[in-house]
Nanobody
């Protein structure tokens, strides 16, 4: 069974930084790609960033230049470094891993950007 466990969310002031972690129960290379999604109240879940098995990264326009996705293959962990946070980044952030046509999700971690 595949498990994804997020950590690192919290409350931060505008302009601040947070790093999210997603630990997997399988080797990262089990997944075609891994990514971070977010869902704000009243909005649809949206892709924030993802990284392919080969290391290719992709970012939503709204976070380019501020967020960085990375991974530690030895720790089977994917990270999302979030800098210059804005109030509109407030959301529940979910880790996602795709194995073939099957998507696996973590339980989500709340990120709140507020003064």
């Amino acid at each position: 069974q595949v498990q994804l466990v997020e950590s690192g969310g919290g409350l931060v002031q505008p302009g601040g930084s947070l790093r999210l972690s997603c630990a997997t129960s399988r080797s990262i290379f089990t997944f075609n790609a891994m990514g971070w999604y977010r869902q704000a109240p009243g909005k649809q879940r949206e892709l924030v960033a993802d990284i392919s098995r080969y290391g290719t990264t992709n970012y939503a326009d709204s976070v380019k230049g501020r967020f960085t996705i990375s991974r530690d293959n030895a720790k089977n962990t994917v990270y999302l470094q979030m800098n210059s946070l804005k109030s509109e980044d407030t959301a529940v952030y979910y880790c996602n891993g795709a194995v073939g046509l099957v998507n696996y999700w973590g339980q989500g971690t709340q990120v709140t950007v507020s003064s």
